[in-house]
């Protein structure tokens, strides 16, 4: 018999975004310094290690679906052993959905295999499509195998294929609406993401976040678009295409933060628990776990975190502290 997870608000935990790494093959400015110190690898927890808490999650508390994200996780080594074993957990209502972020550069190489060990769904970065700047933002001259990582993942059937695309004004923004027809193009949605305060040099400027209505109006003038109701706890907005050509999303953490509906719980590479991308304290499980404690115990640390979930960050807000890591170093 599973129980629900609740936190304070009455909000069920149902998401768990697993990192698997900090460690990434590129440096996104938005994201990374161009020099990363990364964890040792005795502080990174093991496959064993993660498919414990979850297992925990999922058995005890019901969780749906896992996420897996990094860093880059396609460079952690032998990932389609984590995704199977992860694929093999399920709730009273069947199998748990396996999803992944990825920045795409390796899909081309690794996607087979993680498609054949359960892997189904993928959001794929991509935040610009000219050449020069994308390597101007990721510090890596990868688009055209990130462009052939996204034809390989709808080669391949990953169903959806979502793209993750971060704005920052005088940046990209000028590109919204190629990259908007790149997905109407090739029949993945795109989710336009505002720039959140997670950098490691800490260089996130509110005048760079270009925000959900300027997004969707810009979008709306060239690709007339319709509201597409009901988003639940997913993190995006979404609009259709009047012309029946898919549908967009956007991501509106800064301008319109959907922490009402969270029902999302995090894993750091090195086995912290977190209960908000944002969250400024962590519940060390892999200390717990590496101690000898058992399942009852782990199960005491994530309901007193979970008992512990805020309201939701305070970007906006004077008294806002950024959290201590990076997007990398947390998972995003
Ligand atoms: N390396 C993978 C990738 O880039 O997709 C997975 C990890 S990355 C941290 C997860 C997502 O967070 C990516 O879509 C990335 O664009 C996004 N991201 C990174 N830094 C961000 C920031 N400061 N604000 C908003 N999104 C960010
Ligand atoms: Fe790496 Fe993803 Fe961060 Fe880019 S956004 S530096 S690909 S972890």
């Not at 390796?106 to 993680?114: A, D, E, I, S």
Request: glycine letters at 8%; one cysteine or more.
């Amino acid at each position: 018999m599973t129980r629900d997870l609740v936190d304070p608000f009455g909000r069920v935990i149902r998401d768990l975004r697993i990192s698997v790494t900090d460690r990434c093959n590129f440096r996104c400015t938005y994201c990374m310094d161009e020099e990363m110190t990364w964890l040792p690898r005795s502080e990174v927890l093991t496959f064993e290690e993660i498919e414990r808490l979850a297992r925990l999650l999922v058995d005890r508390y019901g969780l749906e679906s896992v996420r897996l994200t990094g860093g880059e996780p396609t460079v952690r080594a032998n990932l389609d052993r984590l995704v199977g074993s992860l694929a093999a957990l399920s709730t009273e209502a069947g199998p748990i959905d396996v999803a992944m972020t990825t920045n795409g550069a390796t899909l081309r190489l690794v996607g087979q295999r993680l498609f054949d060990a359960g892997l189904r769904r993928v959001n794929i970065s991509l935040d610009t499509l000219d050449r020069d700047r994308f390597e101007a933002m990721t510090r890596r001259d990868e688009l055209t195998r990130v462009l052939d990582g996204i034809a390989a993942a709808v080669e391949i059937g990953f169903d959806p294929v979502k793209i993750n695309t971060v704005v920052q004004r005088g940046v990209n923004d000028d590109e919204l609406v190629d990259l908007a027809a790149f997905g109407r193009d090739h029949g993945v949605e795109v989710r336009f993401i505002e720039w959140m305060p997670l950098d490691a040099s800490g260089g996130w400027d509110s005048a760079a976040v270009v925000g959900q209505d300027e997004i969707v109006a810009r979008i709306d003038e060239v690709f007339p678009l319709e509201p597409v109701p009901a988003r639940g706890a997913a993190p995006a907005d979404r609009w259709r295409y009047r012309d029946g050509r898919g549908s967009v999303g956007v991501i509106p953490s800064v301008t319109k933060p959907f922490c009402g509906d969270c029902d999302r719980v995090r894993l750091t590479a090195d086995g912290q628990f977190r209960t908000c991308l944002f969250s400024t304290d962590e519940s060390d499980l892999r200390a717990a776990m590496r101690r000898g404690e058992t399942d009852d115990e782990l199960a005491a640390r994530i309901e007193r975190a979970v008992g512990a979930k805020w309201a939701g960050h305070r970007i906006n807000q004077v008294d806002f502290v950024r959290p201590r890591r990076s997007m990398s170093q947390i998972g995003g």
